[in-house]
């Protein structure tokens, strides 16, 4: 089975609620202010799905872990100032590492190797800045994988 993070129809709707522009805010609240709907797939099947995630916040999370010495040592959980602590949850078992959520208890996508793990991060992180793009923010402060 293939592991893939995907999202669509990216949106900052708190911004002009707080009447300001993305050029206004600072790169850390944009973090948590780019939404867009968010899906775990595994092979072909849908793990779940999340509208009105904070994906931004998401890749940024992953891109800093991955680029970090100690990537593969531990497991991941989205720590973020948005959602629920541990929305996101990547788990390493002897099998491989396995993407769960938090509001699919018991739903976890079937291990992978390490390489897979890190090469479906990298094309989310990836899209996540292209989908930025896409609606006029500039998405230098989300780092690359």
């Known amino acids: 089975m293939t592991l893939r993070l995907t999202c669509r129809d990216f949106a900052v709707p708190d ?20 939404e867009a709907e968010l899906t775990c797939w595994d092979g072909d ?49 002897e099998d491989g590492w396995s993407v769960g959520f938090l509001f699919a208890p018991g739903v976890w996508s079937a291990p992978v190797a390490w390489e897979d793990l890190v090469a479906a991060a990298g094309q989310f992180v990836h899209a996540v800045r292209e989908g930025v793009a896409s609606i006029g923010i500039d998405p230098a402060f989300l780092p690359e994988v």
Request: glycine share 4%.
């Open 45 to 93: 099947e849908a793990l779940w799905t999340e509208e009105q995630f904070p994906v931004a916040e998401l890749a940024h999370s992953l891109a800093l872990r991955l680029r970090s010495p100690d990537a593969g040592a531990r497991d991941f959980a989205l720590d973020s100032v948005s959602a629920d602590p541990g929305l996101v949850r990547i788990a390493r078992s």
């Open 15 to 34: 911004l002009p609620r707080r009447g300001l522009a993305p050029q206004e805010i600072h790169p850390a609240m944009l973090l948590a202010d780019i």
